[in-house]
C-alpha cells in the first residue's frame, strides 16, 4: 500500500463519507419500511424492462437469466419500491408467472437484512462462483450490502480497496471500515489497521493506536511479536501510557 497524507479536518466528514461509500452506493431491500396507503403507484423503467425479458422467455436458461436479473433488481432498491410495483403489476394484469417470480425475489432478498450480514455474504459467495455477468454483478452488490450490514469480511475486503483509492474522504472510510471489521475481532482487519496507523497508511502515523491494535491481534493469535516489540522500543511515553489505558480500560480508540 501506498503512503497518503491526511489533515484532521478530513475527518470531520467521516460519518457523510461512510453513508456514501462504505454502505452501498443504492438504497437497498434494508432500508426502507414499506409504503402506506397514500403512495402513488409508479413504475420504474427498469421493472417494466425486466417484464419485457420475462414476456421474451422462452426457455430455462432465460428464465434463469431474469431470475438473477430480479434478485439484482430488488436487492438494488428499498422495499418502498417493490410495494409500488407490486401495486403496479396487478393493477395493470401482469403476467401472474412474473408477479410470482418478483413475489419470490422480494422474499428471497428480505432474508438478507439479517443483522450481521452473514445471510448476504454467503449468497455473495454462491453468485461469484457463477461465471455470467448478471451473477458476478448481483455478487458485488450482495458484497456491498453484507459490508453495509457490517460483515467483517466484506468490510475488510472493500477496505483494502479504499485504502488504496486517490480520493481521501474514501480512504478514511477505508480505515472506518477496518475499524468496524477489527472491533468485531476479525483477526485480518485487526493487523491490517495496526500496519495503517504504524506506517502512515491513508491516515496520519499514530504509534498509540498502532500498538493498541497489534496487540489485539496478538492476543487474537497473529504473529506480531517483532512488531510489538520494535514499536514499543520507538514509542515515546505518552504514547504508550495512551496505548496501555485502552487496553486496561474497556475503551477502543476511535477510528481516525
Not at 472493500?158 to 481521501?168: H, M, Q, S, T, V
Not at 475481532?185 to 499514530?206: N, T
Not at 493506536?209 to 504473529?223: E, H
Request: some cysteine; glycine content about 4%.
Amino acid at each position: 500500500m501506498r503512503r497518503f497524507p491526511t489533515t484532521w479536518a478530513g475527518w470531520l466528514l467521516i460519518a457523510t463519507a461512510y453513508f456514501f461509500v462504505a454502505s452501498p452506493t443504492h438504497a437497498h431491500i434494508c432500508s426502507e419500511d414499506p409504503p402506506g396507503s397514500e403512495e402513488p403507484v409508479f413504475p420504474s423503467w427498469d421493472f417494466t424492462q425486466l417484464y419485457e425479458l420475462h414476456q421474451q422467455s422462452r426457455d430455462i436458461d432465460s428464465s434463469d437469466v431474469l431470475q438473477t436479473k430480479l434478485r439484482y433488481f430488488v436487492e438494488f432498491h428499498t422495499q418502498i419500491i417493490h410495494q409500488r410495483h407490486l401495486a403496479y403489476a396487478r393493477l395493470q394484469a401482469f403476467d401472474p408467472g412474473f408477479i410470482a417470480l418478483y413475489e419470490d425475489a422480494v422474499a428471497w432478498a428480505l432474508t438478507l437484512c439479517e443483522p450481521g450480514g452473514e445471510k448476504a455474504y454467503a449468497e455473495h459467495l454462491t453468485y461469484l462462483t457463477r461465471p455470467d455477468e448478471p451473477s458476478q454483478r448481483l455478487a458485488v452488490s450482495l458484497k456491498g450490502l453484507a459490508a453495509s450490514l457490517d460483515h467483517p469480511i466484506a468490510l475488510y475486503d472493500l477496505a483494502l480497496i479504499d485504502i488504496e483509492n486517490e480520493r481521501g474522504f474514501v480512504r478514511r472510510v477505508g480505515v472506518f471500515r477496518l475499524w468496524i471489521a477489527a472491533n468485531t475481532g476479525y483477526l485480518p482487519a485487526q493487523e491490517e489497521l495496526a500496519d495503517v496507523y504504524a506506517e502512515g497508511l491513508a491516515v496520519s502515523r499514530d504509534p498509540a493506536r498502532a500498538y493498541y491494535w497489534y496487540v489485539r491481534a496478538q492476543r487474537n493469535g497473529a504473529s506480531v511479536f517483532d512488531r510489538v516489540q520494535n514499536l514499543a522500543a520507538d514509542m515515546l511515553p505518552e504514547a504508550r501510557a495512551k496505548a496501555d489505558a485502552w487496553l486496561l480500560g474497556s475503551e477502543v480508540p476511535s477510528a481516525r
